[in-house]
């Protein structure tokens, strides 16, 4: 159980982000931001489930 703690945290990070980029969207907030925020939410998952594999 000890090894998912890595990646549950990383889960609760990404929905944290993710409340951020809707936070940003309902004040208007500089696209550029958003986008930033978004590339980095995308490329996580995958990472995050390739290091569980090994």
């Keep these: ?3 998912l703690l890595p990646m549950k945290n990383r889960l609760k ?3 944290g982000q993710i409340q ?3 936070r940003m ?5 500089d696209c550029r931001h958003s986008v930033m925020s978004m590339t980095a939410v995308d490329r996580v998952p995958g990472r995050t ?3 569980n594999l090994d």
């Design 49 to 51: 489930a390739g290091k």
């Design 20 to 22: 951020e980029i809707l």
């Design 13 to 15: 990070r990404i929905g």
């Design 1 to 3: 159980m000890d090894d």
């Design 25 to 29: 969207t309902d004040q208007e907030a």
